[in-house]
C-alpha cells in the first residue's frame, strides 16, 4: 500500500528508505508548545520531478540530478498537555514514534492536516478505521472541497489519491472539522489555543501551514512549501509535478520564504532532511536553509517547562 501511495502520490523517483534513522528526531520548544519530528524514512528524488527548472541552475544545484528529501510529521504538545499532530506521513513510523514520546493512537487531541496527499494522510486510517479514536481532523475547507469534488476527480490522471482522501474523511465524519486559513502577515487564524492557521495554497488548493506557539517562541511548520530543499532554496521559483497549481505554489514560495527570513521565524517542514526544521536566510537571489541544530542551536528548546512530557520524551530519545 505504501508503495502504491508513492506511485500515485510522489511519483517515480522517491526511493523510501527504513526508517528507523528518522523515527524520533529532537524536540523544539515553541512558545509554551513542545514540536517534535516523526519520521517516515529519507529518500532521494530527481530533477525529472520539477517543472520549468532553469536548467543551467539544476546543474548548478543538483549536479548529479538528485536531491534528499524525507517524509515526516510533527507532534505539537500544549503545556495543558494537548497533544496535536500536523500531518501522519505514510504512517510508517507513527505508533513507535509516539510511543517514543510516551503517547498512545488514543492520547492525539486533534489531527491538523497541511493537505490531503498520500504521503501526509496515510497514517489517518488503520484497517479503514480512523487510527486515532478520539481525534478531532482540522483541514481547510478548499482542501476538503477539492478532494470530494467529482469534476476534479474526474479530470485527474489517478483517481487514487481522491479515493484515499474521501476514505479518510468519510472514516472521520462529524469529527472532520473545516477551517479558512488566515494570512500570513495577520499570522493566520487561531483554530486551537496557540496554533494558528495560515493560508499557503498552490501545492494543493487548500495547502495549509501551521504557526505555533507565542512571541515567546514560535516556529511555522510549512507543510510542503518545498519538497527539494537543496534546488527550491537557492532557486525558489522551481515548481514540483506534485503542485497543483504550480504558480501559485511558486507566490506562495516566495512569499513565506521572505516572511520568515525578515521576521526569523524557525521553520519545519514535511520533506526538508534532517533535522526537518531550521532558519531561513536570504542569500543573494534566493535563500539559504541552516538545519537547527537540535541539541541546542535555536536555542528556544532547551529545557523541559514545569509541565514536561512523560520522560523518554526529550530530545535525543530514539535519535540514533
Ligand atoms: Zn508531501
Not at 514540536?35 to 530533477?47: F, K, V
Not at 513510523?93 to 514520546?101: D, F, K, P, T
Request: proline letters at 6%; aromatic letters at 8%; glycine letters at 12%.
Amino acid at each position: 500500500m505504501f508503495f502504491r501511495f508513492l506511485i500515485g502520490i510522489c511519483a517515480i523517483a522517491l526511493l523510501l528508505l527504513p526508517g528507523s534513522r528518522l523515527a524520533l528526531a529532537a524536540g523544539y520548544r515553541a512558545g509554551s508548545h513542545e514540536i517534535n519530528l516523526i519520521g517516515d524514512g529519507e529518500a532521494q528524488g530527481s530533477s525529472k520531478l520539477f517543472v520549468g527548472a532553469d536548467e543551467a541552475l539544476v546543474k548548478k544545484y543538483l549536479p548529479d540530478g538528485a536531491y534528499p528529501t524525507a517524509i515526516q510529521y510533527y507532534v505539537v504538545r500544549s503545556a495543558d498537555k494537548k497533544v496535536a499532530l500536523v500531518d501522519t506521513g505514510f504512517g510508517r513510523n507513527l505508533a513507535s514514534g509516539l510511543r517514543a514520546l510516551g503517547l498512545q493512537p488514543e492520547n492525539v487531541d486533534a489531527v491538523l492536516l497541511t493537505h490531503m496527499h498520500g504521503d501526509h494522510i496515510g497514517g489517518m486510517l488503520k484497517e479503514g478505521q480512523p487510527a486515532f479514536p478520539r481525534a478531532t481532523v482540522y483541514v481547510a475547507g478548499r482542501e476538503r472541497a477539492y478532494w470530494t469534488d467529482p469534476a476534479m476527480m474526474e479530470k485527474a490522471e489517478k483517481k487514487d489519491g481522491f479515493v484515499n482522501a474521501q476514505k479518510v474523511l468519510a472514516a472521520y465524519g462529524e469529527r472532520v472539522r473545516t477551517f479558512e486559513p488566515g494570512e500570513l502577515e495577520a499570522r493566520g487564524v487561531e483554530i486551537l489555543p496557540g496554533i494558528r492557521a495560515v493560508a499557503a495554497f498552490g501545492h494543493t488548493p487548500g495547502h495549509t501551514m501551521y504557526l505555533v506557539g507565542d512571541e515567546s517562541g514560535q516556529m511555522l511548520i510549512w507543510g510542503d512549501l518545498t519538497h527539494a530543499m537543496a534546488m527550491q532554496m537557492p532557486a525558489p521559483r522551481t515548481a514540483m509535478v506534485y503542485d497543483v497549481d504550480p504558480e501559485e505554489a511558486i507566490a506562495t514560495r516566495l512569499k513565506v520564504l521572505r516572511y520568515v527570513s525578515e521576521h526569523k521565524i524557525p521553520v519545519a517542514g514535511m520533506h526538508i532532511p534532517a533535522t526537518g526544521m531550521g532558519m531561513v536566510a536570504r542569500d543573494g537571489d534566493g535563500y539559504a536553509f541552516t538545519p537547527a541544530d537540535l541539541a541546542g542551536a535555536l536555542g528556544h528548546r532547551e529545557k523541559a517547562p514545569p509541565e514536561a512530557p512523560p520522560k523518554g520524551s526529550n530530545a535525543q530519545s530514539g535519535r540514533k
